[in-house]
């Protein structure tokens, strides 16, 4: 049961209100302005380190583009052609193929009159991509997402707590930064299974509590690193 009350937690729906800025204010507002019908640019390029934040960026771009009556598409679905707004995660992971077709997109989008906003894990110049593509990810605007802090990410928290009606003890973020994954979304999800299983347990959110939910994942890892075999 303690397993089932984080299993059930559905994924935080990604806006850009819902994004903690910390060192990205400029990026947020950059994207804001990019969903709006009218806007200039042709291709914007995000990147960060795992857990930064930009799949978050470009799922809430996309849901901000919709809202404002853009059409908007995930590649590769996009190169089937007709959206004016082209989202593309990972490029630092695209095969040849895939190059290819991203290439492709891009100039019709760009014929368009549209956006291609792309996300990966490094600067343009560290990307090990084909040079005609480079260079066209290049042209843009390119910001780097920059993860929050820990400072951040308990305000992050304490936010999000309060939103759901919750007092989150100091040692509740503590401990979570300590001990859980620390990428934003995966301590936000695990904050909202602590919600639900306080609800169940009828107990208020406590470090034991916490603890209690943690310890079947926190065992199962430990076991996993002592165990050898003879």
């Known amino acids: ?48 380190d795992s857990g930064s934040g930009r799949t978050h960026l470009l799922g809430a771009a996309a849901r901000a583009a919709q809202a404002a009556g853009r059409s908007s598409a995930w590649f590769p679905a996009a190169f089937a ?17 895939a ?68 007092r989150l003890p100091p040692e509740v973020s503590a401990y979570l930064l300590r001990h859980a994954r620390r990428d934003l979304p995966s301590l936000l999800r695990i904050l909202d299974g602590l919600d639900r299983h306080s609800l169940q347990a009828q107990r208020p959110i406590t470090l034991p509590l916490l603890r209690e939910i943690l310890q079947p994942a926190t065992s199962a890892d430990e076991s996993m690193k002592e165990g050898t075999i003879t």
């Open 99 to 166: 190059q290819i077709a991203l290439f492709g997109t891009y100039n019709a989008v760009r014929d368009a009159g549209g956006c291609l906003l792309a996300a990966g894990n490094v600067p343009p110049a560290r990307l090990r991509l084909r040079p005609d593509l480079l260079t066209r990810l290049a042209w843009g605007l390119v910001y780097q997402v920059h993860a929050l802090d820990d400072y951040e990410k308990a305000a992050a928290l304490e936010r999000h707590a309060q939103a759901r009606g919750l």
């Open 81 to 97: 052609g007709g959206s004016q707004f082209v989202l593309v995660d990972d490029v630092d992971r695209l095969d040849d193929a």
């Open 1 to 48: 049961m303690k397993q089932l009350a984080l299993g059930i937690i559905d994924p935080i729906v990604p806006t850009f209100d819902n994004f903690v800025a910390g060192r990205n204010p400029e990026l947020l507002a950059a994207l804001r302005t990019l969903c709006l019908p009218g806007a200039s640019e042709r291709i914007v390029y995000v990147w960060g």
